[in-house]
């Protein structure tokens, strides 16, 4: 279950966004790609996701090709920036869509959708808002179900799009550490996009600093701080550096 | 001293008044005049009117007909809305702009046109004849030029909404596993859905009314092609005020419930979408 990019180019009209980017994420793994806005990590992320694909280069997991495979036979859970919920229906709608949506034998029956919804509403602790809408949901709640919805699929690697953005700065500290322990529980390897050093640095176990569509660098964050390979990665990680010593709170 | 009420946009009270004014002019009024010789009917003789099989057979024409052209230009109003937005392709704004024109057209010239071409020694109308098909003089010449005046109303609605939609939501359904199909069912559908309906219940309404573009096409026989609004004009023609009025006030009706049938299914269908973003 080891994720490996290989060599991934993409560019837009002649503009190089990605250039050979080099990844691997191993199983369980929480990695963060962290670069300023520009610097290609959402375009390599909707790569990983199947929503793009890349000019050159190849993706693998689990020891197959997944090139040139379609978002939809990936098996990837995503959760968007904006959360994309589905706003037309009920929150427990949305968490069930995944299985609603298999075909023939792996469809599970309509009672199994609603036992396993039920169980997932109650791992997320969002049982009381399964007949709630979207629009009369809070931006903590929203990511929940949106986390929510895309685990339902069982998947087999969690993408995360800036997914603490929308939200103010109070709840997004208090939601890192549920979410990361929501997919230590599942037990599945997760790619964090952002662009908040604090964030990477208190999430993720490596961190893969994106700058002009290249990996600069890509550790633990112990040895981003001590060991920047690059002036860049030393810059962008700059003031960061009593971070570790006085710790995060963690 | 009793306090106005405030409101924080000023101008309430004089746009409102103006509104209404122009309101009451040009919709009211004429309606208030078709109301008021319905009103010189009794019960009985409206019955009378109404159930006379002339009138009945031109209400099940002109229902029927509409009801077609109804279903035609929701469904390709549907694929040339999806068309117009998410496609980008050379001749697109002309296109986009093709669309408008039966609001531009005169009716008359559009049955005109119709009739020209659908006639037995039409383009269309040789080519047809040799497959043993009539539509000129017929219930589907009636269909067509109905569904020709309404072409807009199925497009024009859907297509803002389908520009507004959050591609994200389509993307979140692929990576949970839905097919293009699917997606289009359980995502796409259910939002455009409101405005389909405002659609079709526009296109239904403009029909039942439609006058100039379906007397030169429909042939105009009592009983087989004759539409409801070209019954009243002939009423008129008599002098029959009466059944005349009856039978608009009738049509008029049958527009007005639908329109508001088609409001509250469109009030249901979108309370749970967010106004705007």
Known sequence: MTLHVNDISKSYSNNPVLDQVQLTIEPGEFIALLGPSGSGKTTLLRIIAGLQFADSGSLWFDQIDMTAMQARERQFGMVFQNYALFEHMSVADNVAFGLKMRSGKTRPSKKEIAKRVTNLLEMAEISHLADRFPSQLSGGQRQRVALTRALAIEPRLLLLDEPFSALDTKVRKGLRKSLRDLQRNVGIAAILVTHDQEEALEMADRIAVMNDGRIEQFDTATNLLRNPATPFVADFLEGLSNYMTEGAGI | ?277
């Open chain 2, 1 to 277: 001293m009793k306090k106005a009420p405030r409101h924080i946009l000023p101008g309430f009270g004089l746009t409102l008044g103006i509104s209404l004014f122009f309101v009451s002019l040009i919709i009211l009024l004429p309606l208030s005049g078709l109301f008021w010789q319905m009103g010189q009917l009794g019960l009985s003789d409206y019955w009378r009117i109404l159930s006379s099989e002339r009138t009945l057979a031109a209400f099940h024409i002109t229902l029927s007909a509409a009801a077609m052209a109804t279903l035609f230009n929701a469904s390709f109003g549907l694929l040339l809305a999806w068309v117009l937005v998410r496609y980008n392709f050379r001749g697109k704004r002309i296109l986009d702009a093709l669309i408008d024109l039966p609001f531009a057209l005169p009716t008359a010239v559009a049955g005109i046109a119709l009739v020209a071409l659908y006639d037995k020694n039409g383009w269309m109308g040789t080519l047809l004849a040799q497959a043993d098909l009539k539509v000129a003089y017929t219930w589907w010449g009636i269909a067509l030029a109905m569904t020709f005046t309404s072409v807009p109303f199925g497009v024009r609605t859907v297509q803002p909404v389908m520009e507004s939609l959050d591609l994200d939501a389509e993307e979140a359904a692929q990576t949970l596993g839905a097919k293009d199909f699917q997606i289009f069912r359980t995502i796409v559908f259910p939002q455009l859905w409101p405005s389909f309906i405002t659609g079709a219940s526009l296109a239904f309404a403009r029909s039942l009314g439609e006058f100039g573009a379906v007397i030169f096409i429909a042939g105009n026989m009592p009983f087989k092609t004759e539409i409801a609004s070209l019954l009243i004009m002939i009423r008129l023609e008599e002098y029959d005020y009466p059944a005349a009025s009856a039978i608009a006030g009738s049509l008029l009706l049958l527009a007005l419930l639908v329109l508001i049938l088609a409001n509250f299914a469109q009030m249901r269908a979108s309370r749970h979408l967010k106004k705007g973003a």
